[in-house]
Nanobody, 114 residues
Framework: QVQLVESGGGLVQPGGSLRLSCAVSGSIFSILDIGWYRQAPGKERELVAIITRDGSSTYAGSVKGRFTASGDIAKNTVYLQMNSLKPEDTAVYYC????????WGQGTQVTVSS
């Protein structure tokens, strides 16, 4: 089993920054990569970023250049640094671990508003 807990969400003004954390526990050895997703009200969940076990990362076009995924899966925590936040970034953010099956955290709310 794999467990994930997101934290770091909150209210921020446009142009501000937040850093989200995803704490991972359980069968960490089996995790190939961790994805960051978000879901806004009335919209489908969308992929934001992926970080792999070797530390490489990829990003959705909507966040590329503003968000950075980092951390070390083997050391139990990964991060999503979010800069230059926009109101359209408002969503619940989730981390998801790819293993023998997929595991999801409960999400953390990010609200970008003045």
């Amino acid at each position: 089993q794999v467990q994930l807990v997101e934290s770091g969400g909150g209210l921020v003004q446009p142009g501000g920054s937040l850093r989200l954390s995803c704490a991972v526990s359980g069968s960490i050895f089996s995790i190939l990569d961790i994805g960051w997703y978000r879901q806004a009200p009335g919209k489908e969940r969308e992929l934001v970023a992926i970080i792999t076990r070797d530390g490489s990362s990829t990003y959705a076009g909507s966040v590329k250049g503003r968000f950075t995924a980092s951390g070390d899966i083997a050391k139990n925590t990964v991060y999503l640094q979010m800069n230059s936040l926009k109101p359209e970034d408002t969503a619940v953010y989730y981390c998801c671990a790819a293993s023998t099956r997929t595991y999801w955290g409960q999400g953390t709310q990010v609200t970008v508003s003045s």
